[in-house]
């Protein structure tokens, strides 16, 4: 299932390399932040552990698939709650879904101190994994990220 060197995606972190797999446990360390984590490998794939997708998956996702406008209205408590859900799931097009949600709200109303963490945690998160896959740098991946922004 996974090894040791793999680049994996860590829900709610982006981007994590596995150091070592001990018995029935994974050792991941997170590049941003330098978090390391240890998981049981029978658990992996509850918490939302994956590879990272290919760049054609990517693409589909952020450029060819448009983005479904979300609930969550002018109910900030729950729409917070809906964009942590999503950002656990593990899933980009979910974490990408979570930036377009805020940009976009950005846009017509100043986010709150909570909803622009929570916005820099899923760019983050989408930005790791473009970096990554396409191995560019961040200035590069965040061209890319704003680009397919603006199309969906």
């Given at each position: 299932m996974f090894e040791q060197g793999q680049?994996?995606?860590?829900?709610?972190?982006?981007?994590g390399i596995i150091e070592s797999i001990e018995k029935e446990y994974c050792v991941i360390r997170i590049p941003y932040g330098n978090v390391r984590?240890?998981?049981?490998?029978?658990?992996a794939e509850k918490i939302g552990l994956r590879p990272l997708l290919q760049r054609?998956?990517?693409?589909?996702?952020?450029?060819e698939k448009p983005m479904q406008?979300?609930?969550?209205?002018?109910?900030?408590?729950?729409?917070n709650k809906e964009n942590i859900q999503?950002?656990?799931?593990?899933k980009l097009d979910q974490a990408a879904e979570v930036v377009k949600q805020l940009l976009e709200r950005n846009e017509k109303k100043k986010l709150s101190v909570i909803e622009n963490r929570l916005l820099s945690m899923a760019w983050q998160i989408v930005l790791?994994?473009?970096i990554s896959v396409y191995e560019i740098n961040r200035g590069e991946a965040e061209e890319?990220?704003?680009?397919w922004m603006k199309m969906g």
């Open positions: 680049k994996i995606i860590y829900p709610m972190h982006g981007v984590i240890r998981i049981p490998l029978a658990n054609e998956e990517i693409e589909t996702l952020l450029r406008k979300t609930a969550g209205g002018e109910n900030w408590n729950q729409r999503r950002l656990k799931s593990g790791s994994e473009i890319l990220l704003a680009k």
